[in-house]
C-alpha cells in the first residue's frame, strides 16, 4: 500500500527528529566510540497488524544514509508476538539516535491498523465501512489516515477542503438544514458532496429533501437507525456516528448503515508493543 502526501511525511519526520535530538544525542555521543557499528532487530511483543516499516526506514536513512535496514513483513501483516519485524545494521550512534523517533512511530501506526482491523473483522460480511475521522493526533494525520488504510478502513475527510460536512452548529447559524445545504450548493462546485448530520426523524427528512449525499445518523439507537435506513430508502448514503467504539459494531452493521465512523480509531489508541534490541557487530 503506497503513502501518499510523501511531502507531509518526510516534514513529520523531520519535525520529530528535531524535537526528540534537540542540541544533540548527549548520552550516544558521551558512551558509544566512534566507528562503533551494530546491529537492531525489531521484535514483536504482541500480535499486532504492523505499519510504519518503511517509515521507519526512512529515519534510520535520513540519520545516516549508509544504514542497512530489512524488512521481513509488509504495512498490513499480521504478525505475532516474537517475531523479528526487520533488522537494521550501521553506525551504533546514528543507530541509537535514531531509535525512538522509529519506534514511536511504528508502535502509534500499527496500534491504529490493528484496532481497525479489528473493527473491519466486526462487521465483515456486512455493507458497512469502516471510517476515520478527523480526531487525529495534530501534525500526524497523514500518517494516522495512513495506517486506519493499511487497517482495512477508509478514510473520511483528510481536512476542511475535502468536503461539505454540516453539522449541528453550522445548521444553527444557518437557521435550518435547507439553508444549510442550498447555502452550500450556490458556492462548492459539482465534485464535492454535501454531508448532513442529523438526530431526529425530522431532520432526517429535511435533509433527504435538500439534497444531501450523505447523511450522518448522530448518537442513534440501533432501533432508531435502522428506522432511517427505511425512511431513505437509497436516496442517500447513511453514516453512523457518536461513541461507535463503546457500541456494539456488528449490531450497527446489520442496522444497513453504509458507513461506521470511529474517531477512536486514531484518538485514543493504544500503541504496539514494538521493541529494538541492539548488538555489537562482530
Known amino acids: 500500500m503506497e503513502l501518499i502526501f510523501n511531502s507531509q511525511i518526510d516534514k513529520i519526520i523531520e519535525l520529530a527528529l528535531t524535537e526528540d535530538i534537540g542540541s544533540g544525542d548527549i548520552t550516544t555521543l558521551s558512551t558509544i566510540p566512534a566507528g562503533t557499528s551494530a546491529h537492531g532487530r525489531f521484535i514483536a511483543k504482541q500480535d499486532t497488524v504492523i505499519c510504519g516499516i518503511d517509515i521507519a526506514k526512512k529515519v534510520f536513512c535520513i540519520i545516516d544514509p549508509k544504514t542497512v535496514f530489512t524488512s521481513h513483513f509488509s504495512d498490513g501483516d499480521k504478525v505475532t508476538c516474537g517475531d523479528v519485524i526487520a533488522e537494521v545494521s550501521g553506525d551504533a550512534r546514528a543507530m541509537l539516535t535514531a531509535e525512538r523517533t522509529a519506534l514511536n512511530i511504528m508502535q502509534r501506526l500499527s496500534g491504529v491498523a490493528t484496532r481497525t482491523a479489528q473493527c473491519v473483522d466486526m462487521v465483515s460480511g456486512t455493507k458497512a465501512k469502516i471510517a476515520d475521522t478527523r480526531k487525529t493526533t495534530p501534525g500526524m494525520r497523514a500518517l494516522e489516515k495512513y495506517a486506519v488504510r493499511v487497517g482495512g478502513g477508509t478514510n473520511h475527510r483528510f481536512n476542511l477542503a475535502d468536503g461539505v460536512l454540516i453539522k449541528d452548529n453550522h445548521i ?111
Open 172 to 282: 444553527a447559524a444557518a437557521g435550518s438544514i435547507t439553508a444549510a445545504v442550498q447555502n452550500s450548493r450556490r458556492m462548492i462546485p459539482h465534485t464535492l458532496k454535501i454531508e448532513v448530520e442529523v438526530e431526529t426523524f425530522e431532520q432526517l427528512n429535511e435533509a433527504i429533501d435538500a439534497g444531501a449525499d450523505i447523511i450522518m445518523l448522530d448518537n442513534m439507537s440501533n432501533e432508531d437507525m435502522a428506522k432511517c435506513v427505511e425512511i431513505t430508502a437509497g436516496r442517500a448514503l447513511l453514516e453512523a456516528s457518536g461513541n461507535m467504539d463503546q457500541r456494539d459494531l456488528r449490531k450497527v452493521a446489520e442496522t444497513g448503515v453504509d458507513i461506521i465512523s470511529i474517531g477512536a480509531l486514531t484518538h485514543t489508541i493504544k500503541a504496539a508493543d514494538i521493541s529494538l534490541k541492539f548488538s555489537l557487530n562482530k
